[in-house]
């Protein structure tokens, strides 16, 4: 089945420190979401983003299909950025499920 | 909030005991499916239902099985518990079953503890 990679794992920061986590995938994809896991264990959607370019305030993501990868950006960090960053993408013909990758943890420090 | 509502948040039993999970998708989310995260596993698939029938199944155990319901709520039922099924339980819904129509909101998760 399809694979997903993210890197890096961990990642720390200062708060006002600019990052950018990647998501590697090994096969065409039908969908393609970001998620941010909070310390509380809540898995909040960042962005659907198959393929280009999307922006929401200080994040934005990008994905480039035909060269399977995708990048969240995350500009000037603050404190409540901190958790987990999931990538899962939807393959053709696998039905709806998604598979995540193993995620970046981000720790910003005030 | 994604409108997503599952219940109980946490659950708290013992080996060998059967507990059931319960989701409530958005308004107008045909497609349920439950994950289950683990710190040894990571976020997995376990199973799809849309429009109540099941669509598809991932890495279920068959002492786990679940059912949608003619309103779309859905219930994922877990017996014979083992220590190893610590873990928590996500619940996501979708307007459809794949593609641009899937885009998967989440709810909040129900943390089980088997002792």
């Known amino acids: 089945g399809i694979q997903v990679e993210q890197s890096p794992p961990d990642l720390i920061l200062q708060e006002g420190a600019n990052s950018t986590l990647r998501c590697n995938f090994s096969d065409s994809v039908n969908n393609l979401q970001w998620f941010h896991q909070n310390p509380w264990g809540q898995l909040i959607n960042l962005f659907y983003?198959?393929?280009g370019t999307k922006q929401n305030g200080r994040l934005s993501a990008t994905t480039v299909a035909t060269e399977r990868y995708s990048l969240l950006y995350i500009s000037s960090s603050q404190t409540t950025d901190s958790g987990v960053y999931f990538c899962a993408v939807e393959s053709y013909n696998q039905g709806g499920k998604l598979i995540f990758g193993q995620g970046t943890e981000l720790s910003v420090k005030p | 909030d994604s409108g997503v509502t599952q219940t109980p948040k946490h659950l708290i039993t013992a080996t060998g005991q059967r507990v059931t999970l319960r989701c409530s998708p958005r308004?107008?989310?045909?497609?349920v499916y439950w994950y289950q995260q683990s710190l040894d596993q990571g976020l997995q698939f376990l199973i799809q239902?849309?429009?109540?029938?099941?669509?598809a199944k991932g890495n279920i155990l068959e002492r786990f099985s679940a059912q949608q319901f003619p309103d779309l709520h859905s219930e994922l039922n877990l017996s014979s518990l083992e220590l190893g099924d610590s873990a928590l339980y996500f619940c996501a819904s979708s307007v459809d079953s794949s593609g641009g129509y899937n885009i998967q909101y989440f709810g909040a998760g129900t943390r089980l503890s088997v002792l």
């Open positions: 983003i198959p393929s």
């Open positions: 308004s107008g989310d045909l497609s």
């Open positions: 239902y849309y429009n109540g029938e099941e669509r």
